[in-house]
């Protein structure tokens, strides 16, 4: 079946530090990827998506792209903050098998120390 | 849009005790999900409404847990009786879908639930 295998935290970096977030999935057909973002006590957020192969998602300096090839969607930003320290989750949206649902990894922590 | 409202934010209630959690998807959405999270379980899907029907419920844990649709705009989630192990954080989401295609899942505040 569809999964998403991400690596497991917590990873905790200083500020202005490089992140990598590896993320891999195993899918059938065509499923569109996502990086949600989780900060503390509150529900999850959309961070980016790309919906087919060699698509670049990027929001707020963090960006992953949608590599066919190596089943890959790997998480980067080249200077994290403070700020960004929360759980990140990958995801698959598995369009054309099961009806749509997302199919989540078990997250990785971030923590940016100052 | 107010975006995915859930009620209550927190619950703490006894063993054996009915709980019910509420959703309002946002507006023209027509497909949403209720998830729990745990720490070690992480997120897991325990069903999905398509158009208000329920789609694939096979994450649902065990019998004293339903989930009701009854319309586009509202969604319950009901544990009869609820147990310790019930804790956890439930969230809900809702996107929109088209044939084969959706928009990403927007995701509620959550429920935070102990039941001691």
């Known amino acids: 079946g569809n999964s998403v295998t991400q690596m497991e935290g917590p990873v905790t970096l200083s500020e202005e530090a490089f992140l990598t977030i590896n993320c891999t999935y195993t899918?059938?057909?065509?499923?569109?990827l996502f990086w949600y973002v989780q900060y503390p006590g509150e529900g999850l957020q959309l961070l980016l998506k790309?919906?087919?192969?060699?698509d670049k998602g990027s929001n707020k300096g963090f960006e992953a792209t949608y590599r066919k090839e190596t089943t890959s969607f790997h998480l980067e930003k080249g200077s994290v903050q403070v700020s960004d320290s929360a759980v990140y989750f990958c995801?698959?949206?598995?369009?054309?098998?099961?009806?749509?649902?997302?199919?989540f990894g078990k997250g990785t922590k971030l923590s940016v120390k100052p | 849009d107010a975006g995915v409202i859930q009620s209550p934010r927190h619950e703490v209630t006894e063993m054996g005790q009915e709980v019910t959690l509420r959703c309002k998807p946002i507006?023209?959405?027509?497909?949403l999900f209720w998830y729990r999270q745990t720490m070690m379980r992480g997120l897991e899907l325990l069903i999905y409404?398509?158009?208000?029907?329920?789609?694939?419920d096979s994450g649902m844990p065990e019998d004293r847990f339903s989930a009701k649709m009854p319309n586009a705009s509202f969604s319950t989630l009901k544990i009869q009786p609820s147990e310790p192990r019930d804790s956890a954080v439930y969230f809900c989401?809702?996107?929109?879908?088209?044939?084969?295609?959706?928009?990403?899942?927007?995701f509620g505040q959550g429920t935070r639930l102990t039941v001691v």
């Open positions: 507006s023209g959405h027509n497909s």
């Open positions: 409404f398509n158009n208000n029907v329920p789609i694939d």
């Open positions: 989401a809702s996107s929109f879908r088209t044939g084969l295609k959706s928009t990403e899942a927007f």
């Open positions: 995801a698959l949206s598995d369009y054309g098998g099961s009806q749509g649902n997302l199919i």
């Open positions: 899918a059938t057909g065509y499923p569109s």
């Open positions: 790309a919906t087919k192969a060699d």
